[in-house]
């Protein structure tokens, strides 16, 4: 059964809603020309700034770009944050179980160990390479701040599991771009053994991929058919 | 190189002036910039916060002085603006936590070496063991929960290992009041030892009682309330170290030498120009703050700052690694206790005890989150860490 607790719209609220619109349309901004909020704002993205930069090479016998050590280490550090999403995925499952056409609690733990898999083969890589593993590097830090309403929602223990899978569907779709990505800065860099390793963790991430969205698409298409069943 | 609190007078309070663009500047880079600029910053922006904490406080109970106090306060508020505004977006709340325990365990540790009280050296000893824990809790948080190092903001200048367990730092409020420094002789390094400390440690509990219900995760908001209830307590500790009897325009006098010695200590480490620019101007302010109480001073109370004040700053607060230090005293000192004013291995009082049972119930979230954790670099997950 539905609940329909929302309060965040107008529709929620006529009585004072109109007063509210109403005088908003009347009251007068004190202020004009809407332009100066671009211009202020492309003015500082025209000034010179630094984001942060890369850590020197722990080899001075340096193998590849350092382009391509700064999206090792972003997916280094995707994959070992992705560890603890589905840590947190696995302890959801465990306290209230799954759905109808969701995950097994044995799927979510093989996904779960494969993205540690894929951490530790890219640990390896990155020292193999001549790089430190330890580095957040600049890619590996645009990403975390990318990711942080992913973790958000997958940590609250008020979010449903099928609503976690949503937030987790946001996640394999960046790391299924960027697995691509990577592979194609890798074969550009002459790496075949490399680009081969790469190759298959994009297959592995590909099911993943495909799993959450099954999962997720079959929990609102339940959900669905029940409301209009009533 | 020091500075004669007298001679040097600054800029002249009606010259210190802002806009929106000097206020809000590029933040300085998480990744590129050295571990203690952004200590530095955490710090000053605990120092301003407290310079306005305090001269709210004293214009509710003396109104004497509320004209100056908010002339002053102001331009101290913009100071903290500035100052804050330049951590920069991307480093997390979670993150900048690692930072305010690293500057509590650095500056600390700083602080309790150069105290000349043994006491209060002692104070501040007990208090770094307990801040040095916390940032292992918050580590083994961050690691768990986020999979990611702390040691990207701590740049290896600090160790995460535990200290005296969190969850065994739960005290009965009166057994976090010890004695204060006598104003009439303290020796002037322990004032501004204890104003730096106490708004540090302030500023941290603020800060924790902002963000905590700003994280999702059930034991990240249990932590975060448990280790404010420590920076509390640290609050209480800290404040009652300093003689009471002080008249608020002593304290006024102190508040302000003691933000010329934080800038000064500031600048003479900083090694990023574009900071140092920030701290040179505002040990410039600062002086002129100063000078306009010591005018205050003088014409209100009759009396020369120079009975307050001494002519010279001490040594600067040292930023660098405290590691050695650090060891040595929880080596020593890691079991003990707080009974009333007294620091030593002493048995609890039952206060305490009750308060600690009550408190912690069946375990403490420090505990739990931080169960068999060891830092090892790039996290417990690191193949390395097996």
């Not at chain 2, 768990?144 to 367990?165: C, H």
Request: proline share 5%; net charge negative.
């Amino acid at each position: 059964m539905a609940q329909y607790n929302n309060k965040t719209g107008l529709g929620s609220a006529r009585e004072r809603a109109r007063p509210m619109v109403d005088g908003s349309h009347n009251a007068q901004p004190t202020s004009a020309n809407i332009d100066r909020l671009h211009d202020q704002r492309r003015a500082r993205s025209a000034e010179p700034q630094i984001f942060g930069s890369m850590a020197p090479p722990i080899s001075e016998q340096i193998e590849v770009s350092s382009l391509l050590l700064d999206r090792l280490g972003e997916r280094l550090a995707f994959e070992r944050s992705g560890v603890r999403l589905y840590d947190a995925l696995l302890l959801k499952h465990d306290a209230k179980g799954s759905f109808r056409g969701g995950p097994t609690r044995a799927e979510l733990e093989h996904f779960r160990n494969e993205e540690y898999e894929h951490f530790h083969l890219l640990e390896r890589v990155v020292e193999e390479l001549g790089g430190d593993p330890t580095v957040l590097t600049p890619a590996a830090d645009l990403a975390a701040t990318e990711s942080e309403g992913v973790l958000k929602v997958i940590t609250d223990p008020r979010v449903d599991l099928a609503a976690s899978l949503h937030a987790l569907l946001v996640a394999e779709l960046a790391d299924n771009a960027a697995w691509e990505h990577l592979i194609g800065l890798s074969e550009q860099s002459g790496l075949e053994e490399l680009t081969e390793q790469l190759q298959t963790c994009l297959e592995q991430e590909e099911r993943h991929l495909a799993s959450v969205k099954r999962w997720v698409e079959s929990h609102d298409s339940e959900l669905l058919d029940s409301d209009l069943l009533e | 190189m020091t500075i004669d609190l007298f001679r040097e007078t600054g800029v002249e309070v009606y010259r210190q002036v802002f806009d929106w663009r000097d206020l809000v500047r590029t933040p300085i880079s998480k990744l590129d910039n050295d571990a203690f600029s952004r200590v530095r910053i955490i710090l000053m922006n605990g120092i301003e916060s407290e310079q306005n904490r305090f001269l709210h406080a004293m214009a509710r109970s003396d109104g004497r002085f509320r004209r100056e106090a908010a002339l002053i306060r102001r331009i101290e508020h913009h100071q903290q603006t500035l100052i804050n505004w330049l951590n920069p977006p991307d480093q997390t709340p979670l993150e900048t936590t690692i930072g305010f325990e690293q500057v509590a365990i650095e500056v600390t540790a700083s602080v309790a070496q150069s105290e000349p009280d043994p006491y209060l050296a002692q104070v501040y000893r007990f208090g770094l063991l307990e801040d040095f824990d916390h940032m292992y809790r918050y580590a083994a948080l961050m690691d768990r929960v986020e999979g990611k190092d702390a040691n990207a903001i701590l740049q290896s200048y600090t160790d995460i290992m535990p200290g005296r367990p969190t969850s065994q730092e739960h005290r009965h409020p009166h057994d976090d009041l010890r004695e204060h420094y006598d104003r009439t002789n303290a020796d002037p390094l322990s004032r501004m030892n204890a104003l730096t400390i106490m708004a540090g440690e302030n500023q941290t509990r603020d800060y924790y009682m902002t963000i905590g219900p700003m994280f999702s995760d059930p034991l990240a908001r249990q932590l975060y309330a448990e280790i404010a209830s420590i920076e509390e307590q640290h609050v209480t500790q800290y404040e009652s170290i300093i003689d009471p009897n002080e008249t608020w325009l002593e304290k006024w006098l102190l508040h302000e030498a003691n933000e010329v010695y934080n800038y000064f200590s500031c600048a003479a480490f900083e090694d990023d120009p574009r900071l140092k620019e920030v701290w040179a101007r505002f040990l410039d302010y600062e002086l002129g703050q100063l000078h306009f109480v010591m005018e205050l001073f003088r014409r209100e109370e009759g009396r020369d700052p120079a009975e307050v004040l001494p002519n010279t700053l001490p040594e600067p607060i040292q930023y660098r690694s405290h590691r050695d230090y650090v060891r040595k005293v929880l080596a020593d000192e890691q079991s003990f206790t707080a009974v009333g004013p007294e620091i030593g291995a002493l048995p609890e009082s039952e206060d305490t005890q009750r308060y600690r049972e009550q408190l912690n119930g069946d375990a403490a979230p420090s505990d739990i989150i931080s169960a068999d954790y060891r830092w090892t670099p790039g996290t417990e997950l690191s193949a390395k860490a097996s």
